[in-house]
């Protein structure tokens, strides 16, 4: 009886890793839409088969398993995933496609490579070849994350999100040092106590755990930090917002009287200059409430904006965001776009200062009825000549100090995400760069 529950558990827990990598390959291969319930779900119900069958239904007649196996798949991927029978068939024959090499393989690295000799009539001594199949599962599902995430660049780019790689080392570092005592038992299991193998794979586990826990503290630290950082930006930009309200109202009295004097004298093309004037600073008071982190929700782009609104504001360069969309909703890795972003205002930094009217207008927003969001930024230029095609050449500058590296970066990257477009346009006062980001990515692209 003992025996059996510890065949049980061995199969359980192999099935449960071996399906939820499955899981993880399927969902990410076919960007299927799902949760990590729907995930679990698919698991466990493939799991406690998977350990049914293995003990119930005799090697000799295993084919029957593969059998009931090719039938269940599409019927349970059907329910959980809410697919076609269509689409659960060609998963079904990726997962078939992907385990059967991965099986010879882990096969020949047991066999030829580690030289063990497994017993197949035995649980136990199937473990090393077991061990190997799930350890290539999660390479695989692994590599798949990593190329199909769309946000992996995100991912090693961010100092807080980068740490918690730390915690993805230590998950490994114990699968590189429990697996070692299992294979060494399975290849040794009459004369290697049973006792004595639990006991080391539970001091290795607290040891790692202890890590992931310092590590995962670290991340929190790390969270805290930036957290920080973000606040004393905020509140920079506050009692910059403040400092402005109180030099206009300080002001507020002379303006009127000013104001007054042109009427008084009759002076209307005076007073439209003074009127100009006046507007430039009220809108330069209020311009510093739209760069809220109440409003742009997203830490990398609010960092963005209110280190680039000093700038601007020390250039004397009217700087005007409106945001209508949430940034953390935004349909293309934040990390591109934070890219696209900081090119986008260095250019228009310098190019308004340039400018006469030195003025910069931001604008995100949606398009419900088109299922587009919609970003904007328009500047005020002096060079009206300038080639709209050409600036996104590799080495295009329009000053000599430049590298003419920018605008072609931005290129690639909306070549390289396809549902973004790029729209460039001038006219006698702005020149706009327009970013088109579909919600949906193209049929045709999906298939690619």
Not at 5 to 12: E, G, K, R
Not at 189 to 216: C, G, H, K, W
């Amino acid at each position: 009886m003992t025996q059996i529950l510890v065949d049980a558990l061995i199969l359980f827990i192999n099935f449960f890793w071996q399906t939820y990598m499955q899981a993880i390959i399927i969902t990410k291969l076919f960007n299927i839409e799902c949760t990590q319930k729907h995930n679990i779900l698919y698991t466990l119900i493939f799991s406690i088969y998977g350990t049914l069958a293995k003990l119930l239904i005799p090697i000799n007649l295993s084919f029957i398993n593969s059998i009931l196996t090719i039938i269940l798949i599409p019927i349970v991927l059907k329910f959980i995933y809410s697919k076609t029978f269509k689409e659960t068939i060609l998963y079904t024959l990726v997962i078939f496609f992907i385990s059967i090499p991965t099986e010879a393989v882990a096969g020949l690295i047991v066999f030829k490579v580690f030289k063990f000799e497994t017993n197949v009539e035995n649980v136990v001594g199937t473990i090393p070849i077991l061990l190997m199949i799930n350890i290539w599962f999660s390479i695989i599902a692994g590599i798949i994350c990593l190329f199909k995430n769309k946000d992996t660049l995100k991912f090693f780019a961010e100092p807080e999100i980068a740490t918690k790689k730390s915690l993805y080392i230590n998950i490994l570092l114990v699968i590189l040092i429990i697996a070692p005592n299992i294979m060494f038992y399975a290849a040794n299991q009459y004369n290697y106590p049973l006792y004595l193998l639990v006991f080391n794979i539970i001091m290795n586990i607290l040891l790692v755990a202890l890590s992931v826990y310092n590590t995962y503290k670290g991340v929190q630290l790390e969270k805290k930090k930036h957290e920080l950082k973000l606040s004393e930006q905020h509140n920079k930009t506050l009692n910059a917002l403040v400092d402005s309200i109180r030099a206009f109202k300080h002001d507020y009295s002379n303006m009127v009287h000013s104001l007054g004097g042109y009427i008084t004298f009759g002076d209307l093309e005076g007073l439209e200059k003074f009127y100009e004037g006046l507007s430039r600073e009220t809108k330069k008071a209020g311009q510093l409430e739209s760069i809220s982190p109440i409003k742009i929700t997203e830490p990398s782009v609010y960092t963005l904006f209110a280190t680039k609104h000093e700038d601007a504001r020390a250039k004397d360069i009217l700087f005007s965001v409106e945001t209508m969309c949430d940034y953390k909703k935004l349909n293309m890795p934040i990390f591109d776009f934070c890219k696209i972003l900081g090119i986008f205002l260095d250019n228009a930094i310098e190019a308004a200062e340039e400018s006469n009217e030195r003025e910069i207008n931001i604008v995100f927003r949606r398009s419900a009825a088109d299922k587009v969001q919609i970003f904007s930024i328009e500047n005020t230029y002096k060079d009206k000549d300038i080639d709209t095609e050409k600036i996104f050449e590799k080495d295009f500058s329009t000053k000599n100090r430049n590298s003419g590296i920018g605008l072609w970066e931005v290129k690639n990257i909306v070549d390289r995400n396809e549902n973004v477009t790029l729209l460039t346009s001038k006219d006698k006062k702005f020149f706009t760069q327009k970013l088109i980001i579909s919600e949906e990515i193209p049929e045709e692209n999906i298939k690619k």
